[in-house]
């Protein structure tokens, strides 16, 4: 939806510019600031963000998600401790090293890959 100012600024440049749509759509691009996003590629090395996405090697991946085991791990190991559950905080140790261990797979296989 678009906000009042931009569509105030749309119809001024109508009036400034009758019957030429094209002209208005780049003025009001120019004015504030924003470019029309392309979601392809054109050759200029602009990608959109899925397919940036499946750019990622197996292994960054195992690194990345090992990582944010290992921080949900080392969360619930303090809320356990926080709230005195030794059932959570043995969780969060199982997770954190679970984490770990995905993580330095990544780093294995990463090794491997060169």
Known sequence: MASPR???????????????PEA???????KIGSMP???C???LGTFSKEERRKQ???ST???VKGKLHEMKGE????????T???NLEAEGQGEKLAGKVQKKVGQIVNVFEK
């Open 24 to 30: 208005i759509q780049a003025d009001h691009h120019k």
């Open 61 to 63: 991946k195992d690194q």
């Open 6 to 20: 931009s569509d105030m600024m749309t119809s001024q440049l109508a009036l400034m510019n009758p019957g030429k």
């Open 84 to 86: 005195n559950d030794p």
């Open 37 to 39: 996003q392309k979601n």
């Open 41 to 43: 590629d054109n050759g």
């Open 56 to 58: 990622m090697k197996p």
């Open 75 to 82: 969360v619930k190991e303090k809320v356990g401790q926080f």
